[in-house]
Structure formats: C-alpha cells, structure tokens
C-alpha cells in the first residue's frame, strides 16, 4: 500500500522558517521522484520543489533561494526546508511521488500518481 505522509506543517511570521517532512512507504523509492506542491485557497495546484533519487533537485522560480528540497534515501523520506517565509507562501503543501521514467513535468500534478494528505503552512504578516 502506497503512503506518503507530510508533517511539519504550523504557522510562523514572515522571514521564519518551517522543515516539512515527508515519509513514504509501499513503493521503490530509487525509482519515483518525489515532488512538494501547494494550494492556496482559491487557486490551483502548483509545484514548488522536486528531486530525483539520484538527488537532481528542481525549484519554482518563486521559492529559488528560500526553500531547499533533500532526501534521505535510507529513511525513504523528503524534505522541505523553508526559509524566509512570506505571506504568499501560506497554502497547504503537498508530497507526491510518481514513476521515474517516461515524460512528465516536474511541476504538473497531473503527472503523479501518488499523494500525500497535505500540511497546512500559514505564515503571517
């Protein structure tokens, strides 16, 4: 049974920062990447931060700088370290994994299989 569970989640003021844990179980590991979205009331889906397993990261232009996505590929588990919050980042943030191989977009959430329940992020002014 395919899980993804994200934790870390909370509300911090602008310029602080939040680790967003995500813990999969079900699936090779070493053969899905892993990506972070989020969803903002009133707004769609969107990537923010992906890796392969092989560690090759990917970054929305909008989180450069600020966020940074690792693994631990012993623990099968991701990692968002967020810095330098700003209000435009509160939104519920989600994991999802999908297969490796074939084509697809890192930022697409039509393009995963698998996800994660999500984890609230709310940052204030």
């Known amino acids: 049974q395919v899980q993804l569970v994200e934790s870390g989640g909370g509300s911090v003021q602008a310029g602080g920062s939040l680790r967003l844990s995500c813990a999969t179980s079900?699936?090779?590991?070493?053969?899905?990447?892993t990506g972070w979205f989020r969803q903002a009331p009133g707004k769609a889906r969107e990537g923010v931060a992906g890796?392969?397993?092989?560690?090759?990261?990917y970054y929305a232009d909008s989180v450069k700088g600020r966020f940074t996505i690792s693994q631990d590929n012993a623990e099968n588990t991701v990692y968002l370290q967020m810095n330098s919050l700003k209000p435009e980042d509160t939104a519920m943030y989600y994991c999802a994994a999908r297969p490796t191989r074939g084509i697809w977009s890192p930022f697409n959430p039509g393009d995963f299989n698998y996800w994660g329940q999500g984890t609230q992020v709310t940052v204030s002014s």
């Open positions: 890796i392969r397993p092989g560690g090759v990261t």
């Open positions: 079900g699936y090779t590991y070493s053969s899905y990447y």
